[in-house]
């Protein structure tokens, strides 16, 4: 997979640099991990949520379990939204729980590319706009990043979320 830099978390300071590399994808064992397809049929984003929220909490995951199943859910949307899936295609849902407690969820779509990925996560809501996924997803506490398959024929987003999320 190429690597893409991942979004910095929102605590960080926002006039300096708030793109930063972390590698993509983590190629560390995981200690833990679950998988799934989910059709994109508008439910993806909801059974990402609950299937998410059930597996972590059967998977022992020390992290905040709601905030992840948000996270999950988010990315799934965003994915089956915006990557234009045909009819009947599947996005895949992987939770990994790595060595250092940090949870990994990756969602993987049939479009190779990430049109304006950087500007989508450092955007910044104005007084009074809805927040966009991303921005959600990255205040919730996850870092984000993608990579395009070697293929060329879809792309993952990885959200890294801390094993003891601060509420």
Known sequence: MTSTPAA??????????????????????????WRRTFEANG????????????QLTMGHWLGDVEHAAQIAARVMYNA???????????LELRLAIIATGELLIEVTDPLPDFPGF????????????????????????????????????????QALIPGTLAC
């Open 118 to 157: 950087i500007e989508a996560v450092t955007w910044e809501p104005a007084e009074g706009e809805r927040p966009r996924g991303l921005w959600v997803v990255q205040q919730l506490g996850a870092r984000l990043s993608y990579a395009v398959a070697e293929d060329r024929r879809s792309k993952t987003v």
């Open 80 to 90: 089956e939204r915006h990557s234009s899936p045909p009819p009947r295609a599947r």
């Open 43 to 54: 439910s993806a984003g909801g059974n990402a949520r609950v299937h998410t929220r059930t």
């Open 8 to 33: 910095s978390s929102p605590a960080d300071t926002r006039g300096s640099s708030n793109v930063v590399e972390i590698p993509m994808p983590v190629h560390e064992e995981p200690v833990w991990q």
